[in-house]
């Protein structure tokens, strides 16, 4: 869909609607779910000369990239910041500039683009190494040799990473063989968890608590979560913050105008019902009104988990066997999102391009297991984003009004009694129980952002069952699989599977986030051409 600024309701829905009649027989390669990995592996493979066809069962493309439009505001529902934008030659700018023929812009946020409260204090993570570090002296005067320890430790991981990828990309087998020695050269906190690394080289407990700050944007707190995650997270953003100009639909609208290009397409209201085997070879998808859509390759975007359980049927299980890996991996947590519209704009309120990272203390281990455990109603963090405020072009689209969005976790459980009812329409205990969260967050918002609360015009939130129903996640996990050590040891996590014609791309073939899912699409289409055919889409990840 061309953009079409005096209709952003209509901007922000991007796709073609399905229709039986409007796809071929044939395809070279048939991409299930249009989250970044799939996109981005779509429009690579079009670009190599390939027949390529996106389908997305919601009603516009982009998974958690999309925005959606309600109340005369706009908001993201995933895309609250990214890293690694500012320069050309990072590998994230090289895939987007590549995928949207550079037609996708970015904007810097603040130079300081995550504040961290714990409790009464505040803590800035400042853009540029040398800025980091001497902000964070301000409050740690005599912090400097561990910060510039853990710094080192950062970069270990982030240098270990093409180690970790390239295996991946060769046959099970050799990726076997290979296997232990790439271990062998990685550091050794390559796979500990980040309290075990952060103990030895930051004795501070609360400049710990600051360091791991941002375990937000990978849903497990120190003690459970993979170093190596962290410091894809903590490096990422240390050059600074930065938002797609136009707003986070404007990811998937580049890419999709750069795949119709090609000569692809990403349909949506596309609902797959089942991957179809024949001889033991993938061969295409069957849909949910029975059309047959036959494809040389299938690459599912959809998760590891939801694939299986939804969209294979017993031969192709039966090829994979990744059942009996279920038990090292599992769902990451749930959350909630509180998307605020404000009768006046960001410059009037004051509002920042900073994320607030806002935790009840310095212990993030200690908050989630209470949480967890129901011993406290505190969330363990909340997290608050002024998207409108970032985006440049805002005031061009949405003059006089300002979006504010909340991001918190929550239980699952919570939501069991409400299993099976419709979107929309589950009932009067449903709306009063979804109203008393938003009071809390409200609660929390007005804490730090005292201006908001007489400017505010509208809101709503979404719970787990919302995530559940868009993007078919079985526990409305935001984040597929959990990002502990473990996960990183599945050699089985990889985007060319046992099953011949049957691909995975998206967050749990590499990491959440856009980046890793963007990363994972480029492994994809490289997986689906062959190492000596892929050249030109293999150099993305190098440099």
């Not at 404007?250 to 609902?271: E, F, H, P, S, W």
């Not at 090829?319 to 279920?326: I, N, P, T, V």
């Not at 406290?376 to 909340?382: A, I, L, R, Y």
């Amino acid at each position: 869909m061309s953009e079409n600024k005096n209709n952003p309701a209509q901007y922000v829905r991007i796709g073609t609607r399905y229709r039986a009649n409007r796809v071929d027989e044939q395809y070279d390669t048939v991409i299930i779910g249009s989250g970044i990995g799939g996109l981005v592996a779509g429009t690579l493979l079009a670009e190599q000369g390939q027949k390529v066809l996106i389908l997305e069962q919601h009603y516009t493309a982009g998974g958690f990239t999309h925005s959606y439009f309600n109340k005369g505001y706009e908001w993201d529902v995933g895309v609250h910041y990214i890293g690694d934008m500012g320069h050309p030659r990072t590998t994230l700018r090289r895939i987007f500039d590549r995928v949207s023929r550079e037609q996708l812009k970015w904007a810097p946020m603040d130079p300081v683009y995550d504040r961290i409260i714990l409790g009464d204090s505040a803590y800035d993570l400042h853009a540029g190494e040398a800025e980091f570090k001497a902000a964070l002296l301000d409050h740690f005067p005599d912090q400097g040799p561990a910060i510039d320890e853990y710094l080192q430790r950062i970069k270990a991981c982030k240098r270990a990473m093409p180690g970790f990828v390239m295996p991946r990309l060769m046959p099970e087998l050799v990726g076997k063989l290979t296997g232990p020695l790439a271990r062998l050269r990685r550091p050794a906190d390559f796979n500990r968890t980040t309290a075990e690394v952060m103990a030895e080289c930051v004795p501070d407990p609360t400049l710990r608590a600051v360091l791991t700050g941002q375990w937000g944007d990978y849903g497990l707190p120190p003690a459970q979560s993979s170093f190596m995650m962290h410091a894809l997270v903590a490096s990422h953003y240390m050059r600074g913050g930065y938002y797609p100009v136009g707003g986070a639909s404007r990811i998937a609208a580049t890419i999709v105008d750069t795949l119709r290009q090609y000569g692809g397409d990403a349909m949506v209201y596309a609902d797959v019902d089942k991957v179809l085997t024949e001889n033991g070879k993938a061969t295409g998808v069957r849909m949910k009104d029975g059309h047959v859509i036959r494809a040389r390759h299938v690459i599912s975007n959809a998760g590891v988990l939801s694939t299986w359980h939804n969209l294979l049927e017993d031969e192709a299980r039966q090829a994979l066997g990744w059942d009996k890996h279920f038990e090292k991996v599992r769902p990451s947590m749930g959350h909630l999102g509180l998307y605020i519209g404000l009768n006046q704009d960001a410059e009037t309120l004051g509002l920042p391009k900073t994320n607030l990272w806002i935790y009840p203390g310095a212990d993030h281990d200690v908050q989630v297991s209470d949480f967890v455990q129901r011993n406290t109603d505190d969330f363990p963090v909340v997290y608050i984003s002024f998207p409108s405020a970032k985006d440049p072009d805002w005031n061009n689209r949405f003059p006089g009004k300002a979006t504010i969005e909340i991001v918190a976790p929550t239980h699952w459980e919570e939501y069991a009694r409400w299993l099976g009812t419709p979107w929309g329409k589950r009932g009067e205990d449903y709306e009063a129980f979804k109203a008393r969260l938003s009071e809390r967050l409200l609660e929390v918002l007005f804490r730090h952002v005292p201006q908001a609360r007489d400017a505010i015009d509208y809101h709503e939130l979404s719970t787990p069952l919302s995530t559940q129903y868009f993007c078919r996640y079985d526990q409305g996990e935001i984040y597929g699989l959990d990002h502990t050590p473990q996960r990183f040891e599945q050699g089985w996590l990889r985007p060319k599977t046992r099953l011949p014609g049957f691909y995975m791309a998206g967050q749990d073939v590499m990491t959440a986030g856009v980046g890793g899912a963007a990363i994972s699409g480029v492994l994809a289409a490289v997986s689906v051409l062959g190492l000596n055919r892929a050249g030109s889409v293999l150099k993305l990840l190098g440099g």
